[in-house]
């Protein structure tokens, strides 16, 4: 996860910015929620969940509608309807069955994990269902009209969708709310040095280790009387360098010695093929540490999540529709209906108007 806590919510950020779009429905009939929830087909269930054929196809239009977006940017054309017809080498599929594939992957990965918010107590507010039904409205009055008959998106379906992935953004924070770093943090440490690497085989004559920890006590000495790092090795025929060396890192004569200094002190280290004169810029920087840490802890929690998801999608049944789910074609380029229609409305949209603020980062459950 490139940001933090994006589960299923990248579908989210996306159907967000089609409630942005402007391209306001009008004329349309109001249904009750409840005659939309009667009238609507499961195709299967995943984790006991049921899966609804709308719910599904507005997965699967919005997961069509990024492909398209990555598509165009990266041939710079016009697409056309033959695009879900191209085979992707690296898996032989088409392009269309691996849209598909990945649209059922987000509705599998978010019924497995709703079928376990009982487990962590999590349920919403009347604020948070109230807001979720706001958005569902805006997102009806506002989205276009191409998009919602492609989709069969209602109020019914995007009040679910919306209601689901609050849950599970709360099941997630409330597994990474249980993970601590237990110490490590505790024992890492960086520091910043600036140092001098004297070969001993640059040039036309190798020098000796020797005249290598020479040149690197009178640097060190140069700077002792108050030069600096970068003065002091120019004198030689040298530049300074600066780096980070971490206590989680690699091992090696460099660290071992940088470890061993603090703030202002100078030391002397060796490889087969090198003498570093170090100089200990800050013996612990704090930002660094803070900013590692956090690092860890998030990479923490996704490896838990990860691990206790793969255990729930093992015990999880799955049982879809084939016929159904295959029913549901890719053979049109959603996103050039709903620049036709914005501009049949006076609109002039781009790649940004229909697609902006959308982000391509993954999901946790997936590596």
């Known amino acids: ?47 006991g969940q049921n899966v609804y054929l709308d719910e599904a196809k507005v997965y699967l239009r919005v997961t069509q509608l990024r492909y398209e977006q990555l598509y165009r940017e990266d041939l710079g054309e016009e697409l056309d309807n033959d695009l879900w017809e191209t085979v992707i080498e690296s898996t032989g599929k088409t392009l269309g069955e691996t849209v598909k594939d990945e649209a059922m992957s987000l509705i599998v990965q978010t019924k497995i994990i709703l079928a376990h918010a009982d487990e962590y ?20 009055n506002s989205t276009s009209t191409a998009f919602v008959n492609a989709s069969s998106a209602s109020g019914a379906v995007m009040n679910q969708i919306y209601t689901e992935n609050a849950i599970i953004d709360k099941v997630y924070q409330k597994v990474c709310d249980g993970v601590v770093l237990e110490g490590e943090e505790a024992a890492l440490r960086q520091i910043n040095i600036k140092y001098v690497d ?26 002792t009387e108050g030069a600096s790092v970068e003065d002091a090795a120019a004198s030689y025929g040298y530049s300074a360098k ?30 087969d093929s090198t003498v570093y004169m170090i100089y200990c810029e800050n013996e612990n920087d704090s930002d660094a540490i803070a900013s590692k840490v956090e690092s860890m802890l998030k990479d923490k929690q996704t490896n838990e999540f990860k691990n206790i998801f793969a255990q729930w999608e093992q015990e999880a049944d799955k049982n879809i529709s084939k016929d159904l789910w295959e029913g549901l074609k890719l053979d049109f380029i959603l996103s050039k209906q709903i620049e036709d229609e914005l501009r049949s409305k006076g609109e002039e949209p781009t790649i940004t108007d229909i697609f902006g603020g959308f982000d391509t980062d993954d999901n946790v459950t997936q590596d």
Do not use: H, W, Y
């Open 1 to 47: 996860m490139k940001k933090a806590r994006k589960l299923i919510a990248v579908l989210l950020c996306f159907i967000m910015t089609f409630a942005m779009m402007a391209c306001a429905k009008k004329d349309t009939e109001e249904e009750s929620t409840t005659s939309v929830e009667n009238q609507r087909v499961i195709i299967g269930t995943v984790a």
């Open 121 to 140: 107590g999590i349920s919403l507010s009347v604020e948070e269902e109230d807001d979720i039904a706001r958005k569902a409205e805006s997102f009806m």
């Open 198 to 223: 004297i070969s001993l085989t640059d040039g036309q004559t190798p020098i000796s280790v020797q005249d290598a920890k020479n040149i690197a006590e009178s640097i060190k000495k140069k700077v």
């Open 242 to 271: 600066s780096a980070s060396i971490s206590t989680d890192g690699s091992d090696n004569a460099v660290k071992q010695t940088a470890m061993e200094l603090k703030t202002g002190e100078m030391g002397i280290a060796q490889t």
